[in-house]
């Protein structure tokens, strides 16, 4: 079945830098979500894609739909505390908007 | 409307026990999905409600879960004795049918189980 990779798996960040992650698909999307969920807590969405090519920004956040709509890529800039947590990529099905889930990445702060 | 709702946030249980979690989504939306999540990986679709109707339900979904939402409302998910691998977050989730808030799915804190 369908398989969405994730990466990097974690990655520790420093305040003030910009990061990046992606998310890879064995098939095609026709939508792109970004989630981040934090410790104890439901996962919350923070941008979605709908077409290929597509850059979509939330404040710091920007992510883009491939052009092959095999991938996407989310970036966060001037990185925060708060920004701490696990992002996942997610495909939304049609019928009956089910989500199918990477592995997320998680972002930890550098000690 | 505060969100989704889920009790109890955490459960713990002695393998063979019966637990059940509710849901409680946001009032107007139709459709309400419960997920799974294990620890370090992303959540696994279980099944999901429009309105009362149960629509699908995952391979994931042994005879041992089941869920309902009787009045297209609030719904239960029920797991029968228990087993150490259902130790997981059960998360609850609800979108509108139509509009724009269709394509979003609102989750819940989840459900922390842990079986013994």
């Known amino acids: 079945g369908q398989q969405l990779n994730q990466s990097p798996q974690s990655m520790f960040i420093q305040e003030g830098e910009d990061v990046s992650m992606n998310c890879t698909s064995s098939s095609i999307f026709n939508t792109w979500l970004w989630y981040k969920q934090d410790p104890g807590e439901g996962p919350v969405l923070l941008i979605a894609?709908?077409?290929?090519?597509e850059l979509t920004s939330n404040g710091r956040l920007t992510a883009q739909f491939g052009i092959t709509r095999k991938d996407s890529f989310l970036n966060i800039s001037a990185s925060i505390p708060s920004d701490v947590g696990i992002y996942f990529c997610a495909d939304l099905k049609a019928a009956g908007n089910k989500l199918t889930f990477g592995g997320g990445t998680r972002v930890l702060v550098k000690p | 409307d505060t969100g989704v709702s889920q009790n109890p946030r955490h459960k713990i249980t002695k393998r063979g026990q019966n637990v059940t979690f509710r849901c409680d989504p946001i009032s107007e939306h139709n459709r309400l999905y419960w997920y799974r999540q294990t620890l370090g990986q992303g959540p696994e679709f279980l099944t999901y409600?429009?309105?009362?109707?149960?629509?699908?339900k995952s391979r994931l979904l042994s005879d041992r879960f089941s869920a309902e939402r009787p009045k297209g409302s609030f719904s239960t998910l029920e797991i029968q004795r228990t087993e150490q691998g259902d130790s997981a977050m059960y998360l609850c989730a609800s979108s509108a049918l139509r509009g724009s808030g269709a394509n979003v799915l609102t989750f819940g804190a989840g459900s922390r189980l842990t079986v013994l």
């Open positions: 409600f429009q309105n009362e109707a149960q629509l699908e």
């Open positions: 894609l709908y077409k290929a090519g």
